[in-house]
């Protein structure tokens, strides 16, 4: 018992493989960094599972793995990421966020310290958002078999009755509003990984949506035909998916998209598109145009849809295009694209 | 074919080289295709090096007779 | 942005569309070629299109490095690459170019090879210094624009002593090109053009005095033009007007950067480090005769094809591609047939679809809503 009796070294300690092994190891990490992180009884129940009470008739339920480089990196890390990421995907449906479980797998070699730094995260972000980590698992690979850590979290939130949010309703007509700024979380991190040699103060806009979506819920509930959180493949991806789903087009105004000044220029600079750019702390809701005076007003008031803004229109089409009047008075399609967005020089 | 944006230089480093910035976002260049080049001045960057200098002077002109074009039909700008 | 965002105004593009639709002859109609990618790029981005009388058309040129690669170059990098210990340094807009059985740089390296994106030719000398036990090999393309930066890293590297630095010059001119566009006929007599939107970065380097020649030779004039929409707009404006006065000569309007003899201090730095290829295979052009650069023999050194001794194999495009009659404006296209069915963005099979920069690739991913008959008549989107 000596060996699980003697704390984790987190200063200076790292991963081995034993970590990874079930015996000791697995659970002196867990004791030294997870729970005291993650600090809810379920979890501190040590069980294989979490038992909890069912809040209600309807549960949304979904998983995302969280893969970054850098796993820091201004206004955020994979920690934060993994735990709102998966409360958005909830929050889209309408869902209340309730309980998470934490996946953990671990390359050897990586600093305890590290991980510590990201299970606090987590758990301040789960405490934020009001949530429970409440199960989970660790596994390690050995060095070189993954790039320091990847997270997959998985979410089980309750529905109201009378919501009813889902990619097949959008219709000619709808109004699509957007919470705020495109790009900042895909620029921040292209600029931590530093090898484009920029400079720049843009955090990442990794945030939970789940307050924000619920005021709007409890503002326009039945006129919000969806909501989804452009993450990767940033807006364009999310409409297209959206008018394929809907079997509709989007017409689009450029001029009132927002994207802060030096999104814009880095991706100036890198010829990239901010309607491509992954976002982490925005979404996008297509609702009945009557309601959309109120409930943007209604975003507003929330710090995380104080830019928000109607941008453009569901349109009757069947080639499912979708389009966008340019600030400079033309039209041209928001194509998505094939697969990440990559820096140009010409 | 070649992205190339203006930007201003905000301090000369040895080697002809050169920091620079657009909105906010910092980055070293090469300036030594550049004559006399100073804090201040805009260039065109591409691939991480100066290749011409701008010249407000001649940008505004630019825009005058843009702008007068634009106003000869019909005698506003909309 | 300083010096960008002016260029961009949508009241001034609107009330300098009206000035070129009262300009434009009735029963006269104009066929420009925008040489550059970078036209074609801000005229699709922007839409400029929709703000020109029908009269008007632009015909997407070849001025894009990426596309008119030779397929057979990549693919020799890409061997050298999977079969020898360097690391090649490439720009992000080749990753994605496929080459024969579908490999291209990202499927390379997602094989092993170590294959990694720069963004300036700088970048590619370091990675070469912080490896000194390695081989680096910097992929360079681009037009007269790129080749001094290529040019001051080679540079650069010989005052390092980096000896285990070296670069695939695939480096393109744009007089030539012009050239060839016009003296290769269509099935139907020369290609029918009235005027060029000429680069704007090339002549940075350049100045306008090679533009002088071309607009002589061909009596055509050519508006050397800023790549923001609205110097697009207004240089179509002065070709109008030159078309409706007879005159074919070559102006400026992209002064605030642009100068008669361009940038000496650039040019000296290409001249001290390229010679002119005698051929080079333009993929969808043929080959054109000093079109392109390479290493000169002072610089043999840091020659990856000689240092390696790299042959690149000929690749021919599919035979029903119509590239080679899209870049001479004979063709649209939305009229190929392999347009948009087997030729996408994700499956380019010619060279106009490769980047997004090229005729293909511009009009699919920003205009082919265009082509559709039942195309929906659309409000314009209200704010609320």
Known sequence: ??????????????????????????????????????????????????????????????????????????????????????????????????????????????????????????????????????????????????????????????????????????????????????????????????????????????????????????????????????????????????????????????????????????????????LNVANEGKLVAIVDPVAAPSLIEAMRAHPLGRDAAAIGTVIEDRHRYVQMETKFGGRRIVDWLSGEQLPRIC | ??????????????????????????????????????????????????????????????????RSASTQNDGTTT | MKHVDDYRDGDLARSLARRIAATVLPGRSYAFMEFCGGHTHAISRYGVEDLLPASIRLIHGPGCPVCVLPVGRLAAAIDLARTQPVTLCVYGDLMRVPTARGQSLLTAKADGADVRMVYSPLDAARVAEQNPARETVFFAIGFETTAPATAQTILYAERMGLDNFSVICNHVLTPPAIDAIMATPNDDGPPRLDGFVGPAHVATVTGITPFESVAARHSKPVVIAGFEPLDVLQAILMLTQQINDGRAVVENQYRRAVTARGNLLAQEATAKVFALRERFDWR???????????????????????????????????????????????????????????????????????????????????????????RPRLEPARAV
Not at chain 1, 57 to 76: C, E, I, K, Q, W
Not at chain 1, 212 to 230: E, H, K, Q
Not at chain 2, 30 to 50: F, L, R, S
């Open chain 1, 1 to 274: 018992m000596i060996a699980f009796d003697r704390k984790l070294d987190v200063a200076r300690g790292r991963i081995d493989l034993s970590h990874g092994a079930g015996g000791r190891a697995t659970t002196r990490l867990t004791h030294d960094i997870f729970y005291p992180a993650f600090a809810n009884d379920l979890l501190a129940a040590s069980n294989d599972q979490a038992v909890f009470a069912s809040p209600g008739a309807r549960l949304a339920m979904s998983t995302d793995s969280y893969v970054v480089s850098p796993l820091f990196f201004p206004g955020g890390d994979i920690g934060a990421l993994a735990v709102n990421g998966t409360i958005n995907d909830l929050a889209m449906g309408g869902a209340r966020p309730l309980y998470l479980s934490a996946s953990f797998i671990i390359e050897e070699g990586f600093p305890f310290a590290d991980l510590r730094l990201i299970a606090e995260s987590m758990g301040a972000a789960a405490r934020a958002a009001g949530v429970m980590i409440v199960t989970g698992d660790t596994k390690v690979v050995e060095r070189g078999k993954a790039d320091g850590v990847f997270i997959t979290t998985t979410g089980v939130g309750a529905v109201a009755a009378d919501v009813d949010l889902s990619g097949e309703r959008a219709r000619p007509g709808d109004c699509v509003i957007l919470s705020g700024g495109l790009g900042e979380h895909g620029v921040a991190v292209m600029i931590a990984r530093q090898n484009l040699g920029l400079g720049a103060e843009i955090a990442s806009d990794c945030a939970a949506l789940h307050e924000l979506a619920a005021s709007m819920i409890a503002v326009a509930g039945p006129s919000i035909r969806l909501m989804r959180d452009p993450t990767r493949g940033g807006l364009a991806a999310t409409l297209n998916e959206i008018a394929q789903q809907s079997q509709v087009g989007f017409s689009l105004s450029e001029s009132e998209i927002p994207v802060k000044p030096g999104v814009a220029a880095v991706c100036e600079l890198l010829g990239l598109d901010p």
């Open chain 2, 1 to 66: 074919m070649c992205l190339a944006v203006p930007v201003r230089v905000t301090e000369i480093l040895p080697d002809g080289m050169a920091r620079a910035e657009l909105d906010g976002v910092s980055m070293t260049i090469g300036v030594m295709m550049i004559e006399n080049i100073a804090v201040g001045d805009y260039v065109i960057q591409h691939v991480g090096y100066a290749i011409a200098r701008l010249d407000p002077e001649e940008a505004r002109r630019t825009l005058d007779l843009i």
């Open chain 3, 284 to 374: 969808g052009l043929g080959v054109v005769a000093n079109g392109a650069l390479r290493l000169n023999e002072n610089y043999d050194r840091f020659d990856a094809e000689k240092r390696f001794s790299l042959s690149t194999p000929t690749m021919p495009d599919n035979p029903a591609c119509a590239c080679a009659d899209i870049l001479r404006g004979a063709s649209k296209p939305a009229e190929c047939r392999l347009f948009g069915t087997v030729c996408t963005p994700e499956t380019p099979i010619g060279s106009c679809m490769v980047s997004s920069e090229g005729a293909c690739a511009a009009h699919w991913t920003y205009g082919r809503f265009r082509d559709t008959a039942d």
